[in-house]
């Protein structure tokens, strides 16, 4: 059964950095596309970064030049590096595949000014 679940969140100051990890089971990173959403308190949850099997990456605008998304195939992890952050950076991220239906464990990044 494929499941993701993400880590590494916290409490950081306005241009502070963060690293988010996401460890998945039932499916390796080599061979899935996968990406990173959030979803921010009263809001939808939106997508921020995506990364195919190719290595080719794409990000929401808000998050460009900030957000590096990559993967470690050797540790099968997939990983959110988090620079510059704002305060309407926070959120709960969470790690998928796309199109899938069923979420694993967020992990709360809070960005305090």
């Known amino acids: 059964q494929v499941r993701l679940d993400a880590s590494g969140g916290g409490v950081v100051q306005a241009g502070g950095s963060l690293t988010l990890s996401c460890a998945a089971s039932g499916l390796t990173f080599r061979t899935n596309a996968a990406a990173w959403y959030r979803q921010a308190p009263g809001k939808e949850r939106e997508l921020v970064a995506t990364?195919?099997?190719?290595?080719?990456?794409n990000y929401k605008d808000s998050v460009k030049g900030r957000f590096t998304i990559f993967t470690d195939n050797t540790k099968n992890t997939m990983y959110l590096q988090m620079n510059s952050l704002k305060s309407e950076d926070t959120a709960v991220y969470y790690c998928?595949?796309?199109?899938?239906?069923?979420w694993g464990q967020g992990t709360q990044v809070t960005v305090s000014s």
């Open positions: 990364i195919n099997q190719n290595d080719f990456r």
């Open positions: 998928n595949l796309p199109g899938l239906s069923t």
